[in-house]
Structure formats: structure tokens, C-alpha cells
């Protein structure tokens, strides 16, 4: 015999067989987002006062308590010591935000400058209990799709703490690149966001995560430099000048695609820890102040990141600009911004607010924009370090293209006696020659030409000569040593007629192999009782379900300390950590040793490690735990239907908290899992927070029959096989009623 209450749940939400159509769901859910932000406040202990040191929004993306948010002001650093870290909560929509929680930082990433905070604590010590947790959160959306004048919702707490949260509706204006991310590491929007939601969200029309407005305070020292006194923190009665100043960032331009969130997301959500066992003396340590020189124009960027050619003027119809320029002694703590007017009118399209510097310490970096209209006019742009205006250059955009003498698509590599290059064009093995490649155009037999060679700044080399290689071709030039080239970063410079014509910069490292460099060797897994004897023990490519830690180990050879290089770990061939950062190892070695962990042992699935120079991959290696795939995708959340709701006493009407709502598998009955309970059955599971609200983590397939077990205290469970949703569900958000027994 059915219940009351379940005949209720079976008419009212399931429709009968829960097929629910599209047109009912309206997909922003803008009070659940509201609850889903957060206020974040870092600090310090001063005797027994906690001083505020930084403050930021942050947001809630799973119910048990994961908050995304920004580095700079959660990440202890100079600006921002604190050790502590506060979550408010907003408990009313039009109220300010109330202290709740503590948080810790679980992952993070300086260079992208987002960290994802797991809830621990109640504010007053008390420990949490995350499954006892039920909190509203938003799902990431798909930032790679997002498309210009598309509608966003920018959602954040304005100032400190005193107001509600506030909302901001605009368009995306335009994308900005940079080599750390591409050709979207940035979205922009025409919104003016106040420094304080920086690290809050920005929503697409469906209410999902698709970007983290970001902005970085600079340097107390800067003249641009924004703070506020909140609090007696000296403890003489008075708040002043004398007390601590948190510092604010200003208008806001600028949004970090949620897509570079969801590697840290799966970290977290797995509870991986990946840990550097070897340790290394900084042998690359800054010793200067930071600043950028040589600042120049190129019309698009190759897959290493360099310029294919330089511009001092581009025609009218120009939809790809780029300025790169050179960098030196710069820091994660460093502060950038890029402004830029078009007839001296600032554009906040092609501007860039102060953020944290995302690149190495030396090198060549560029801003630039591919894809979208760059209109007529005379751009002057200028950069800052820290709020201080560094260098400047200046492009005009329109007229007519001019045949012109032109250097192009430098590329280098290992000759064979034939002068034939060989190699993978940005990285060479060590020896003694180093040759270049490149494109010309237009070039006129008896103009002057110039080629300087660099080696980690400093000119080594250089040839001049007058042209007599015809129009177009392409030629091939070399720098030699019979001593042989020491490891490290190299740069090409080319000039026609003493004006900048082409630049490039390659690395040499690791031994010859044929015209390849092996600098990464002897990568591989294996399992150890202990981190000492993982350095000799055999590889393992194939480890019990289970295991505790997993090891990778790997030997390196003739990297110059200060080389970029990147890691990347992935599960499934889902990215869980990736980071870029300079070399500070010997400059070659053996058993470079890295821990892999997490609680309960390392999840099902198949892990690879990959090891990169200059984008080229150098090491390529994977290992199979358990079944060798994860037994559930607890990443699909942009794929499927997404069910949330509401769960009421039906007599009251009243939200009912701490309600129990299990989705089981389809392999499974309700009844067989009211039985045992059992974890392994659990498709997805949500508990309904004070006003009874509820939204599952994971999303639903359509035409998949699913089992649903309700259970509050105080009231009559109910139980239901064979629930579906319709293909075109969209959204499914529904109210249930329960009856008191």
C-alpha cells in the first residue's frame, strides 16, 4: 500500500513517471546563488583579538563545504599574513553577512590566483563534521563557451562585511590572453566591480560558475595603494593610521574562466594531496626590483607563446593584437596592470586590472586579444608593476596593409649536414651549435640587417650583414660554441634596417638524442612503506586498490635553475594539478620524488604525470590503481539534468530542515538500500539546509530509472522506484511535502 505522503511526492513531483518539462524550470536560481556566496575574512591572532588582514567574497561549490575563491587574500603572503580564515554566511538576502565558520585552504594556485577553502571549524573552535553539513552551492559552468555581448551576473559582497550581498548585471566585452592561460585567460566585462568581490562569481543565464572576478591590492609602498582601518588592532583605545590597514583592490574588469577552477575542484573532491618530497636550495633567487622592458607589437602568437612577426601598425579590419614585452625579477607577490586608450580615451576591452603576476621571473610575457574587432585608432599602452606606470608603446590601428621588409615564424632546432633543421622548434638539446629559421618578405637585396643572439639576458653573439637572399625564402642562422652552449634561455633578435623585425626565445637543456634534448629520464610510479625507501624501489605500473601513497620518481639532466617548466597530473585524463613555475633544482640530479596521497587510500583510476619545457611534453607516464577508473564520475556536473528543491511539512507549508534525499543507482531498489545503507548504492545525496532547500551534487541522467529515499525525523520516509526525467528537463526544481507520523 502506498502512503499519503508518497502518492503526494509521486503526483506532485514525479508527474507520475517525474518526466518534467522544460518550460517549467527558469534556470537562474539567484536566491540560491545569493546563499551560496560567501563573505571571507583573513587573520591574525593579537593576544586574544583576531585583526582582520584581508577580506574577499568566496562561493560555495559542493554542499559539504569546498568555497572558491581567490588566492591573494586567502593564501598567507606579505600583504596578507593572516592565519585564519573566517566564512560568513548570509542568513537573510538584504542582510550583512553573519560569522559562521572556519576555513582552510586545501588548494591553491598563486600564478591563476584561486584557492579552494574546505569548511572545518564552527567560528567559535568547534570542529565540523562534513557530513553533517548541507549548504546551498552553485555548479561550474562551461567559461570556454562563452561568447561576446553574452549576458553575465557578477554576484559578491560590495564592501566589508556591513552590506548584503549585491549583484551586478552586464555583457562580456572581450577575452585577454596571456601565456599562463591562453587565449581566454581572462574574461572582461564592462562592469565597474568593487575590489571587495573579488574572488566571488560570475553566472551565465542558467546560474552556473563561469568566472571569479579577480583583482590583487599592490604593495602598501604603491601610490596607487587602497586600504582601509577596521579595527583598534595595536589596542590604544583608538583606530588609526597606527593600526592595521587591510588592503583593497580596485575596479574590477577582469574575471578568471571557472574552467582553470575545476582541476583544484577534482583535487578536493577526490581529497588528493600531491606532495614535493626532494627539496631544493633556490638556486634561481630574485635580486632585483621587478620591470618590464622592450615592450613591441605582434599580429598573433605560435604554440610556443612567441611572436610570429612584429608590427608598428596593423590594417583596418584587424581582429588579433598582442604586446609582449620582456620581463625581469618578478615575483607571485608582484602586481600588474595593463591600460590602454584608444585616442586617448581609456578602453576597458583591451585593459587589464591589477592582478598577480601569473609568469615566471625572467622571460617574455604578452597581453594581447585574437577573435574579436580591434577598431580604427591610435592605441597607447602602458604597464604597471605594483601601481607604478613602468614602460610604454604606442600601435595605430587602420589604413591599408603595407608591403613592407619583414622577418617572420622563427623557429629553431639541430641541423644535419644537408642544413636541413630538425627538432621541436622551441626547446634544443644541449651541444655546440644552435640554429634558427625564419620567413622572409619583401626584403630588398643591400638592406642592412642584424642578427643578436642572448643567453639568460645578456647578449652573446652578433652578425650583421647587408641582404642578398632575394624577396621571400627562408634563411637559416646559428649561434656556436666549441665549448659548448651552456643550458638555459636563449632569445633571437632580428632587425632590418636597425628596427625590431622578429623575436623569438628557445631553451636549450637536456643530452642529445638524435635532434630531440632527453631531459626528463627514468620517470616512473612505484609504493613504498616509507618515502625513503620509495627512491629504490621497483616501478610499479599497477597498484592494489587501496593504497595508501603512490611515488613518482624522475631523473632530469642539464636544466639551468630558473627554466620554466610544468607538471601536470591527471586521473582518467581529467587534469587534478597543473602548475608552471622556474627550476630550482641541481642542474642535473637523480629520483626527483613526489607523494601522491588521501585519506582512505588513492581513488580507482588511472593517473599519469606529465613533465613539459616551452609546452613540449618530456615525460609521459601512468599508472593504474584499483579497476583503473573511477567507479563514479563525481565530475559530470555540467552534463545531465540538475535536480534541486524545496522540502515542506505538508500541513505547514514550512521548509523542513536536515532532510535526508538519496538518489540510488539504477542498479538498485529503494527498499535494497533502505537495508544496508550502503555507500556504494548512492548515486547522489543532498540534505536540506534551514528553509528545507536542497540541490543534489550530481547531475541526472535522462531516461535512467532512479530510486529515491526521503527520511526527516519526525516524519514518514518515503520510498519510490523507477523515477526518470525527460531529455528536455532542463532544470528540475520542485517542492515536496512530507506528512508528520
Request: aromatic share 10%; glycine share 10%; hydrophobic share 40%.
Amino acid at each position: 500500500m502506498i502512503s499519503n505522503s508518497k502518492r503526494l511526492v509521486l503526483l506532485v513531483l514525479f508527474s507520475l513517471c517525474w518526466v518534467v518539462p522544460a518550460t517549467a524550470q527558469t534556470g537562474f536560481d539567484l536566491e540560491r546563488i545569493q546563499r551560496a556566496t560567501v563573505f571571507i575574512m583573513q587573520a591574525s591572532s593579537v593576544g586574544e583579538e583576531l585583526i582582520i588582514r584581508c577580506v574577499g567574497t568566496g562561493t560555495l561549490v559542493s554542499r559539504d563545504g569546498l568555497i572558491l575563491t581567490n588566492a591573494h587574500n586567502t593564501v598567507q603572503g606579505e600583504n596578507c599574513p593572516g592565519n585564519t580564515l573566517i566564512v560568513s554566511l548570509s542568513v537573510r538576502a538584504d542582510e550583512a553577512p553573519v560569522p559562521v565558520y572556519q576555513a582552510q585552504i586545501v588548494q591553491a594556485d598563486a600564478g591563476l590566483d584561486l584557492a579552494l577553502l574546505r569548511i572545518t571549524r564552527q567560528n567559535d573552535g568547534r570542529i565540523v563534521e562534513r557530513s553533517t553539513l548541507a549548504l546551498p552551492f552553485v555548479e561550474l559552468g562551461d567559461s570556454a563557451s562563452l561568447t561576446l555581448d553574452q549576458t553575465i551576473t557578477v554576484v559578491g559582497y560590495p564592501s566589508f562585511g556591513d552590506d548584503a550581498v549585491g549583484l551586478l548585471r552586464g555583457t562580456v566585452i572581450g577575452f585577454t590572453a596571456e601565456p599562463s592561460g591562453g587565449s581566454k585567460s581572462w574574461i572582461k566585462t564592462g562592469l565597474e566591480i568593487p575590489g571587495t568581490m573579488s574572488g566571488g562569481g560570475a553566472y551565465d543565464a542558467q546560474g552556473r560558475l563561469i568566472g571569479v572576478p579577480t583583482t590583487a591590492p599592490v604593495t602598501p609602498d604603491s601610490p596607487q595603494s587602497r586600504c582601509i582601518t577596521l579595527q583598534d588592532s595595536n589596542q590604544d583605545g583608538l583606530v588609526n593610521t597606527n593600526d592595521v590597514c587591510v588592503p583593497v583592490g580596485g575596479v574590477i574588469n577582469a574575471l578568471r574562466p571557472s574552467s582553470f577552477a575545476r582541476p583544484l575542484l577534482r583535487a578536493a573532491s577526490l581529497e588528493l594531496s600531491l606532495d614535493t618530497v626532494t627539496e631544493f636550495f633556490d638556486r634561481s633567487t630574485v635580486g632585483g626590483t621587478p620591470t618590464f622592458s622592450g615592450m613591441f607589437f605582434a599580429p598573433s602568437v605560435n604554440a610556443a607563446g612567441m611572436p610570429t612577426s612584429v608590427s608598428s601598425s596593423l590594417p583596418a579590419g584587424t581582429d588579433s593584437l598582442y604586446l609582449f614585452f620582456s620581463y625581469q625579477d618578478m615575483t607571485p607577490e608582484s602586481v600588474y596592470e595593463m591600460r590602454v586608450t584608444i585616442q586617448g580615451v581609456e578602453n576597458p576591452t583591451f585593459s587589464l586590472s591589477p592582478v598577480r603576476w601569473s609568469g615566471g621571473r625572467n622571460g617574455l610575457w604578452y597581453i594581447g586579444t585574437t577573435g574579436q574587432p580591434i577598431p580604427n585608432g591610435l592605441y597607447d599602452f602602458t604597464l604597471f608593476i605594483d601601481g607604478i606606470p613602468i614602460d610604454s608603446a604606442r600601435i595605430n590601428v587602420g589604413g591599408s596593409a603595407e608591403l613592407i621588409p619583414l622577418f617572420s615564424d622563427v623557429v629553431f632546432g639541430v641541423e644535419d649536414l644537408q642544413g636541413n633543421l630538425f627538432g621541436e622548434g622551441f626547446v634544443l638539446p644541449t651541444g655546440s651549435t644552435a640554429s634558427a629559421r625564419f620567413i622572409y618578405r619583401n626584403m630588398v637585396d643591400g638592406a642592412p640587417w642584424t642578427a643578436i643572439w642572448y643567453f639568460e639576458g645578456s647578449e652573446v653573439y652578433r652578425e650583421s650583414n647587408v641582404w642578398s637572399g632575394g624577396a621571400d625564402g627562408t634563411q637559416t642562422i646559428r649561434v656556436q660554441d666549441p665549448n659548448g652552449l651552456l643550458p638555459g634561455s636563449y632569445r633571437l633578435a632580428l632587425y632590418i634596417n636597425n628596427k625590431l623585425a622578429a623575436i623569438s626565445d628557445f631553451t636549450l637543456a637536456g643530452a642529445q638524442q638524435g635532434a630531440v634534448a632527453r631531459i626528463f629520464a627514468n620517470s616512473h610510479f612505484t609504493t613504498a612503506s616509507t618515502q625513503a625507501e620509495a627512491i629504490d624501489a621497483a616501478p610499479v605500473n599497477n597498484f592494489t586498490a587501496g593504497t595508501e601513497s603512490i611515488y613518482a620518481l624522475f631523473d632530469w639532466e642539464q636544466i639551468r635553475p630558473g627554466t620554466l617548466w610544468t607538471m601536470r597530473w591527471s586521473i582518467d585524463d581529467e587534469t587534478f594539478y597543473e602548475r608552471t613555475g622556474p627550476w630550482v633544482g641541481t642542474e642535473s640530479g637523480e629520483d626527483y620524488l613526489l607523494e601522491l596521497s588521501a585519506p582512505g587510500g588513492v581513488p580507482d583510476g588511472t593517473y599519469r604525470m606529465e613533465l613539459f619545457i616551452n609546452e613540449l611534453v618530456f615525460a609521459d607516464t601512468e599508472a593504474r590503481v584499483g579497476i583503473g577508473q573511477l567507479p563514479i564520475d563525481r565530475f559530470a556536473q555540467a552534463s545531465g539534468i540538475q535536480m534541486r528543491g524545496q522540502i515542506l511539512d505538508a500541513v505547514t507549508g514550512d521548509g523542513i530542515p536536515g532532510v535526508t534525499f538519496v538518489l540510488v543507482s539504477a542498479d538498485f531498489s529503494a527498499a535494497e538500500f533502505t537495508r544496508d545503507w550502503s555507500q556504494e548504492q548512492i548515486y547522489a545525496l543532498a540534505i536540506t539546509d534551514r528553509n528545507g532547500r536542497f540541490q543534489l551534487d550530481r547531475p541526472l541522467q535522462p531516461n535512467t530509472p532512479y530510486s529515491v529515499v526521503i527520511v526527516a525525523s519526525g516524519y514518514i520516509p518515503v520510498l519510490a522506484d523507477g523515477v526518470e526525467v525527460a531529455p528536455d528537463a532542463g532544470v528540475v526544481d520542485v517542492p515536496i511535502y512530507l506528512t508528520r507520523g
